[in-house]
């Protein structure tokens, strides 16, 4: 599945990275602790957060991430949608809930990292 995929089947918001919506999706991670993502999301992974500072975006680049959703109807902040810019980063807002955008990935056969 690509993140174009997911685009299509759930309610979500691209904010930067439209030219790289073609990324192979390789499972999901859900953490708002960053140290978390970054020693236990792989790369390809969808990472789904609530936190919407600068810091998501190095983590997501850092980690090769194939996206990042930011749930629960949090807008990232104006430097994280400028760094994921710069750093082509797939950064996605969403109204759903953490909770409920992880099952519904975990329901299109994207399973945990």
């Known amino acids: 599945m690509t993140v174009q995929e997911l685009v299509e089947t759930l ?5 930067t990275g439209h030219a790289h919506l ?13 140290s ?10 969808v990472w ?7 810091n998501i975006v190095a983590v997501a680049s850092l980690a090769g ?3 990042v ?7 990232p902040d104006k430097d994280a949608v400028r760094r994921a ?7 996605i807002t969403t109204t759903l809930p953490t909770f409920e955008v992880v099952g519904r990935l ?3 056969g994207i399973t945990g990292a």
């Open 69 to 75: 959703i930011v749930a629960g109807d949090v807008e």
């Open 11 to 15: 309610p979500l918001r691209v904010v």
């Open 48 to 54: 789904v957060t609530m936190q919407g500072h600068q």
């Open 22 to 34: 073609d990324k192979k999706v390789s499972g999901g991670y859900a953490s708002d602790l960053l």
């Open 85 to 91: 810019a710069s750093e082509e980063v797939v950064l």
């Open 65 to 67: 991430l194939a996206a």
């Open 106 to 108: 975990y329901s299109l």
């Open 36 to 45: 978390n993502v970054m020693g236990r999301a792989v790369a390809g992974n």
